[in-house]
Nanobody, 131 residues
Framework: QVQLVESGGGSVQAGGSLRLSCAAS????????MAWFRQAPGKEREGVAV????????HYADSVKGRFTISRDNAKKMLYLQMNSLKPEDTAMYYC????????????????????????WGQGTQVTVSS
């Protein structure tokens, strides 16, 4: 199992930047795929970015490509999301999520940015972008 706690959210003007952090605990952290999701009130949770266990592979939602960067530091058990050129439509609660590679390797294709693929979740950190 892995426990996740997000931080780094806040309010910024459009065009600004934020870096979100997710602190993980659990002795198998390095074997987990990690992801960022976001959810605005009344809307479905959507995948933002995902990173493989060792950080070699990443996937991004089309809406954030070129603006957001996901990274991880397995030694520190930390996950990050650098968000640049923020837009009002980025406003949402942001969640980090994890799934063991032993589970994800059994998935079919296209699982990376689907909420149901993950079984560990943080409580979220709010990001608000004003115009």
């Amino acid at each position: 199992q892995v426990q996740l706690v997000e931080s780094g959210g806040g309010s910024v003007q459009a065009g600004g930047s934020l870096r979100l952090s997710c602190a993980a605990s659990g002795y198998t952290y390095s074997t987990y795929y990690m992801a960022w999701f976001r959810q605005a009130p009344g809307k479905e949770r959507e995948g933002v970015a995902v990173i493989s266990t060792g950080g070699s592979t990443t996937h991004y939602a089309d809406s954030v490509k070129g603006r957001f960067t996901i990274s991880r530091d397995n030694a520190k058990k930390m996950l990050y999301l650098q968000m640049n050129s923020l837009k009002p439509e980025d406003t949402a609660m942001y969640y980090c999520a994890a799934v063991s590679a032993s589970v994800s390797r059994r998935y079919g294709g296209g699982w990376y940015l689907k909420p149901d693929s993950y079984n560990s979740w943080g409580q979220g950190t709010q990001v608000t972008v004003s115009s």
